[in-house]
Nanobody, 120 residues
């Protein structure tokens, strides 16, 4: 069983930056595609960015392109989300997702989430 633990969330002013981390244990991290999702109050959970198991391929939703960067360190079993130029609408709980081969994100593993609040 894979355990995912997110960290790095907090309160930041508009225009500021945060770096989220997601540490994995209990599985073969290097074979999982990884994703960051977020859920704001009253909204459905939505994909923010994803990265392939090797790290060579990344994808971003339009609303974070140019501002967020996803990366991973397979030696440390950790995936990161660097968030720059944060906006109030980025406020949400951010979740880490690990997707085993031949699985969909919905059937993968999830962390408990970390709160990001962008406010002056």
């Amino acid at each position: 069983q894979v355990q995912l633990v997110e960290s790095g969330g907090g309160l930041v002013q508009p225009g500021g930056s945060l770096r989220l981390s997601c540490a994995a244990s209990g599985g073969r991290f290097s074979i999982y595609a990884m994703g960051w999702y977020r859920q704001a109050p009253g909204n459905q959970r939505e994909l923010v960015a994803s990265i392939s198991s090797s790290g060579r391929s990344t994808n971003y939703q339009d609303f974070v392109k140019g501002r967020f960067t996803i990366s991973r360190d397979n030696a440390k079993n950790t995936v990161y989300l660097q968030m720059n130029s944060l906006k109030p609408e980025d406020t949400a709980v951010y979740y880490c997702n690990a997707v085993p081969p031949f699985h969909r994100p919905e059937t993968g593993y999830w962390g408990q989430g970390t709160q990001v609040t962008v406010s002056s």
